[in-house]
């Protein structure tokens, strides 16, 4: 018989999987989002993967780098043109305005997260599919509203006990923002051809991008470039200095830094990027470093078809706050797969009264584990001891005849016999009796 090679399949370049090992982090950071955007009045929004074309070439910007080199985009076999969505902002507010959210009470609060996918280079925390968590506000322009989204991310970070800084900037608005531009203009001219290439193509085509750009030589440049809080008009002026002045309050760590300009078109005024500190990073803090961005938008929702609505929204890089997380050596992540309760059996009869054990207190809502394929009791106990059990319910022959059950205390080894018909009610108050909130515990009720 011929060997035929049989073809391996791989991930796609930049994609990766989240194994088991690291979902314990992943769901300890989904349920910190969930409770931050709960209490913070938040409510959920769940947006398609995939979107109209268009929805990102106007409201993210054609002349972005996002839009024009890192949008997956194809057309459909109804030969509609879409793209995988590379962020969540422009998906929200279409929904916004689809759905006539203006008629709600103001202001309208949502937040969403999944995968956001770039055609970026792949590298350390920079990711093709990545996930996001993203929170926006519409309608309201008052400075309180930046600085109190800022306040709660910065909250979040310290929650999480990640060591951060945001940095904030004011772009503006459009009328003081082209009076800049044309002054940054002026002042790269002289040292256009030292730029990197994009930068080059930048120069003509988006030149406030050029005051983020990571390459050493341009940075040595825009270093003495002129900025634009110092050409800000009265107006966004004064919303920049109250933004601060609320924030100066409550004594968080941010710094000014008119680099700060995002990648993205919509945004104005208000801009802001939360980093690590360097000492956490452990050296430079690059782009990719970055674990939150956000700020205003507030001509977006206009842009695209909806009423005037000012708006801010953040986007925080999920994957980056794990890898974070995963450097804390104090933080306790608990385990998603520990339970409670294990049962185990002794013997092919005393296997089948378990699987219906297991059932019946499954569906009471203990949270209850076995190792049912296993025979050997020494091995099912150290499954127990491996799931973080505290009590293993044993049933052997004795057991079987007597119609009872051994509950062992899987901390201190001590062992009591219950009548099978007492289980629920015993196993309740010794879990009460080890601070367990059964309450909690039974959630499936
Ligand atoms: P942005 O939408 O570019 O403002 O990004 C918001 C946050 O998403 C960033 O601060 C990062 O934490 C994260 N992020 C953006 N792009 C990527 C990527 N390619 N891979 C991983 N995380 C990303």
Same mark, same amino acid.
């Given at each position: 018989m011929s060997k035929k090679k049989v073809q391996k399949f791989y991930l796609v370049k930049g994609f990766k999987d989240i194994l088991p090992e690291d979902q314990p982090y992943w769901e300890f950071l #989904?349920?910190?989002?969930?409770?931050?955007?709960?209490? =913070?009045? @938040? *409510?959920?929004?769940?947006?398609? &993967?995939? *979107?109209?074309?268009?929805?990102?070439?106007?409201?993210? $910007?054609?002349?972005?780098?996002?839009?024009?080199?890192?949008?997956?985009?194809?057309?459909?076999? %109804?030969? *509609? #043109?879409?793209?995988?969505?590379?962020? $969540?902002? +422009?998906?929200?507010? #279409? +929904? =916004?305005?689809?759905? %006539?959210?203006?008629?709600?009470?103001?202001?309208?609060? !949502?937040? @969403?997260? $999944?995968?956001?996918? /770039?055609?970026?280079?792949?590298?350390? $925390? /920079? @990711?093709?599919?990545?996930?996001?968590?993203?929170? *926006?506000?519409? +309608?309201?322009?008052?400075? &309180? &509203?930046?600085?109190?989204?800022? =306040?709660?991310? =910065?909250?979040?970070?310290?929650? !999480?006990?990640?060591? &951060?800084?945001?940095?904030i900037n004011s772009i503006g608005c459009p009328k003081c923002r082209e009076k800049f531009l044309k002054v940054l203009k002026d002042y790269l001219k002289k040292n256009k051809s030292k730029l990197c290439k994009d930068c080059q193509l930048r120069y003509n085509k988006n030149v406030l991008r050029i005051l983020d750009c990571k390459e050493k030589k341009c940075k040595e440049i825009i270093q003495e470039s002129p900025q634009i809080l110092d050409h800000l008009c009265e107006d966004c002026n004064k919303h920049f200095v109250k933004t601060l002045e609320y924030l100066e309050d409550s004594q968080i760590n941010y710094e000014l830094d008119p680099f700060v300009v995002r990648g993205l078109d919509y945004y104005n005024r208000t801009t802001f990027e939360v980093v690590p500190t360097e000492e956490f990073a452990g050296g430079e803090i690059s782009a990719q470093g970055a674990l939150a961005g956000g700020g205003r938008y507030d001509y977006l929702v206009k842009s695209l078809g909806g009423q005037n609505t000012p708006a801010i929204g953040v986007a925080f890089g999920m994957d980056r706050i794990v890898n974070a997380l995963k450097?804390?050596?104090?933080?306790?992540?608990?385990?998603?797969?520990?339970s409670d309760i294990f049962v185990a059996q002794l013997g092919d009869k005393a296997r089948k009264k378990v699987l219906a054990l297991f059932e019946k207190l499954r569906r009471a809502g203990f949270s209850v584990s076995e190792s049912i394929s296993k025979t050997s009791l020494g091995q099912q106990l150290e499954e127990a001891n491996r799931l973080k059990t505290k009590l293993a319910l044993i049933i052997g022959e004795k057991e079987l005849l007597d119609k009872t059950i051994l509950i062992r205390d899987m901390e201190s080894g001590s062992q009591e016999v219950v009548p099978e018909n007492k289980i629920e009610s015993v196993l309740e108050t010794r879990l009460k009796s080890l601070d367990i909130n059964v309450k909690k515990t039974r959630i499936r009720n």
């Open positions: #989904r349920k910190k989002c969930f409770n931050v955007a709960k209490s =913070y009045g @938040y *409510e959920r929004i769940d947006l398609p &993967i995939l *979107e109209d074309s268009k929805l990102f070439v106007k409201g993210v $910007g054609n002349l972005t780098d996002v839009v024009s080199k890192e949008m997956f985009s194809f057309e459909t076999l %109804g030969k *509609e #043109r879409v793209s995988l969505r590379p962020e $969540g902002t +422009a998906g929200a507010v #279409r +929904a =916004y305005i689809e759905h %006539g959210m203006m008629n709600r009470k103001k202001p309208v609060k !949502l937040f @969403y997260m $999944g995968p956001m996918f /770039r055609y970026d280079k792949p590298q350390a $925390g /920079r @990711y093709r599919q990545f996930y996001q968590f993203g929170l *926006e506000i519409f +309608a309201g322009d008052e400075p &309180i &509203i930046d600085s109190q989204m800022i =306040y709660m991310v =910065y909250q979040f970070f310290d929650e !999480l006990k990640i060591p &951060i800084i945001v940095k450097k804390i050596k104090d933080l306790e992540i608990p385990s998603i797969n520990s």
